[in-house]
Every structure is written in C-alpha cells, then in structure tokens.
C-alpha cells in the first residue's frame, strides 16, 4: 500500500530506485541512468515518492528519481542554488528565494499539483475538544503566547486545567509558513516553545502517546494514522467542518485548506527525463495522489498545468507573497511572474 509509506521515517534521503527495477549492478547500465534530483516539503514528499517510484518501474530503471526531506524553506536554498531540479512545495515561492533563484539564474515552472486538508489533531484520549476556532488556535499558537499560554483551560474555561503540549513542524517547513499565515496572521509568526520537526511522523508519534498534546500536519499524515489520532473541526461560517477532499472541493474547510506544487528549473526541464517525469506527474500522478490520501486536482487543471509547462511559461503566479483561501483555477488564471 502507499499509504504505508508514511509511517517510515522520513528525515534520510530515499534513493528511490536504486535497488533494481532492471538496472542490475552492471556498472556500463548504470553510468547511462539518468538522474533527476528532487528535494522539500515533506507534505509534497508522498505524493511526489509515489510518482517518482511508479515512474521509475515504467521506465524499467534507466531513469532514477532521488527525493530528500528538507522541508518547503530548504528545498528551494537547494534549487535556487541549482543543486536539484524540482522542488516540492507546500506553498508558493517567497519574493527572498525568486532573488537568490534570479541572482544565480535559475528560472522555473510553478505547477500546482493536488490540494491538502492541513489538519489539527489531537490524541483519541482527549475527550474535551472535538471543534476548534481560528481566534482560540491563535491563542494558543501566536508568539505572546510563549511561556504564557500553557494550560488547556486558559484557551476556555471549559477545557480543562492541564498542560497544553504543543507539536508542529519546522521553521523550515511551508506547512508553518501556511498555518501561521493562516491562523496568527503573518507567515513565520509563532511562539516557539513547542516540539518542531520537519517528520511529520514525529508530530504524529507526540500528539497520540500524550492526551495533553494537539499539533497540526499535512491531511495524509493525519488520514495515514487516524485510528491513532483524532482531527479537530475548524468552526466557519456554517459550524465545525473536518477536513476531508469533499470539504476542501466544497470550499467549507477553510482557511487550512491550500494547494501543493512542484517547481522545476527551466535548465533541468530542457532534459529529456524531466520532462518525461513531469508529464508522467501530471497524468497518471492523479490516481497516485488519491492513493496516498491527498485531493487531485481536477482532470481539466491537471490538463491547463500540462499546457503551461510546454509553452514555457516560467514564473510564478503569486509574485512571492502569498495569498490564503486562493483556488487552483484562481491561481491559473494568471499570468506567471518572473
């Protein structure tokens, strides 16, 4: 199953397809292998270690594909560096890494890929949250809140008088950049005395072995564990709503629903191989997205992020800030921007 993946550990780099797939351990085959490098969001990671590995078993070996972990921020220092081809992403590129990718000339493809839930969790042993709002999550989670904020009943008077743990990823994550935007307001704007990890399985492993704990991560994450984890509701407009893709389809699960993308360098999309990858990424990507609990885009976006890397239009739609609550077909309805 695919989904079994996720419960791994996620923090080495995984040489997908170097262990066969017909390549043998003839070293002539082997210097012919094409290699693409990708490197990121550890949310994108599933979707795009899925693709690679299916990819790599139609190309029966000769192209191999290596996915590292080193979150949303430290994937695009690697590729704006040129040191990878791709970059996985759980949001848009940032106006700082579009100038270091400018000032070492690496121009590239935004392609929206799937869409995810981001999803608040707690432990099944906390029998006194089910829903929770934007105002309280920014209580808990905004910067005056550090060393301040630390027990359960100062959030409301209902919960009880017991210690708030707190588990979340990164600074280098795209998933903090999202929630804090999303929650407190401003993007990089939390308290910072809480367990951070760019493995989600870290945060997945510290919200289900202590009753106290809540955390946020990608919906797959969550979806892959959730006999061990239970999802909190976001209250909206119309009440509580969990994260599920019908929810997200809908437009009720907000604000924490966001898109995920790739970004491929144009040197690197001039390669056979990449290209060869990212049409395999974005046709048959669908059916795998959906296998490791992610929402597929629909077939007619997937068909207009095809169109877009073929006439080479390079750039990005958001023009390094970005926007919350902002849908796929808003984002291809604009012109890309250097």
């Not at 993946?5 to 040489?15: E, T």
């Not at 046709?283 to 490791?292: D, F, M, N, Q």
């Given at each position: 199953?695919l ?145 301040k ?72 994450y ?8 239970k ?8 009440g ?47 059916k ?16 207009k ?34």
């Amino acid at each position: 199953m695919l989904v079994a993946r996720l419960v791994g550990s996620m923090a080495m780099v995984l040489f997908l397809g170097g262990f066969g797939f017909g390549a043998g351990n003839d070293p002539a085959q082997a210097e012919q292998t094409a290699l693409i490098k990708v490197d990121g969001s550890s949310t994108v990671y599933p979707l795009t270690e899925a693709v690679a590995e299916e990819f790599q078993k139609a190309n029966r070996g000769q192209i191999r594909v290596t996915v590292g972990i080193s979150g949303t921020g430290g994937g695009f220092k690697k590729f704006c560096r040129g040191e990878t081809d791709i970059a996985d992403a759980s949001r848009p590129i940032l106006k700082e890494e579009m100038d270091l990718c400018q000032k070492n000339g690496i121009a590239y493809y935004e392609l929206p890929i799937a869409f995810d839930a981001m999803t608040v969790a707690v432990s099944p042993k906390n029998t006194w949250i089910t829903s929770i709002t934007i105002e309280e999550l920014k209580k808990m989670w905004e910067p005056a809140a550090q060393n301040k904020i630390t027990r359960w009943n100062q959030i409301h008077s209902d919960w009880p008088d017991a210690p708030l743990v707190l588990f979340g990823p990164g600074s280098d994550s795209g998933t903090f950049d999202y929630f804090t935007d999303a929650v407190v307001g401003k993007a990089k704007s939390s308290r910072g005395d809480y367990t951070a990890s760019e493995d989600d399985n870290v945060i997945v492993q510290g919200i289900e072995t202590n009753k106290n704990a809540l955390g946020y991560m990608g919906f797959a994450y969550y979806a892959a564990q959730s006999k061990k984890l239970k999802a909190v509701a976001i209250v909206g407009k119309g009440g509580p709503v969990l994260p599920s893709a019908e929810n997200v389809i809908n437009g009720t699960y907000q604000p924490l629903s966001r898109p995920l993308f790739i970004y491929v360098s144009e040197p690197a999309a001039k390669r056979v191989e990449v290209r060869e990858f990212v049409d395999y990424y974005m046709t048959a990507g669908s059916k795998l997205i959906a296998e490791v609990r992610y929402i597929p885009l629909p077939e007619h976006v997937y068909t207009k992020v095809r169109e877009r890397f073929k006439k080479g239009d390079l750039g990005s739609a958001f023009g390094g800030v970005p926007e919350i609550g902002l849908g796929v077909e808003q984002i291809m309805s604009r012109p890309p921007k250097r």
